[in-house]
Nanobody, 117 residues
Framework: QVQLVESGGGLVQAGGSLRLSCAAS??????MGWFRQAPGKEREFVAA???????LYADSVKGRFTISRDNAKNTVYLQMNSLKPEDTAVYYC?????????????WGPGTQVTVSS
């Protein structure tokens, strides 16, 4: 079973940037996505990328976040710019059902992103 490990989180001021990485122990799935869970809230979809590099974004991050992938490195990235305090959450990556915002597979430990105002 492929394991996913997220990294790159941290504390940043509003307006700042972070780049998250999701490293897979084997080949990454054809469709991969990022999700996040803020305290007291349900986990929500952030972005997804297909094997053909098509992308899908939640409205709340569109224009600020960019998802990308490097198949040779079995890694998916999330570049986050113009961060807002409401982006504070634990960020997770996972495989995604093609054409949807639905994750499947096991969740990794996530990486904490905290945006101060």
């Amino acid at each position: 079973q492929v394991q996913l490990v997220e990294s790159g989180g941290g504390l940043v001021q509003a307006g700042g940037s972070l780049r998250l990485s999701c490293a897979a122990s084997g080949h990454i799935f054809s469709n991969m996505g990022w999700f996040r869970q803020a305290p007291g809230k349900e986990r929500e979809f952030v972005a997804a990328i297909s094997s053909g590099f098509s992308t899908l974004y939640a409205d709340s991050v569109k224009g600020r976040f960019t998802i990308s992938r490097d198949n040779a490195k079995n890694t998916v990235y999330l570049q986050m710019n113009s961060l807002k305090p409401e982006d504070t959450a634990v960020y997770y990556c996972n495989a995604v059902v093609p054409g949807t915002m639905t994750a499947f597979g096991s969740w990794g430990p996530g990486t904490q992103v905290t945006v101060s105002s």
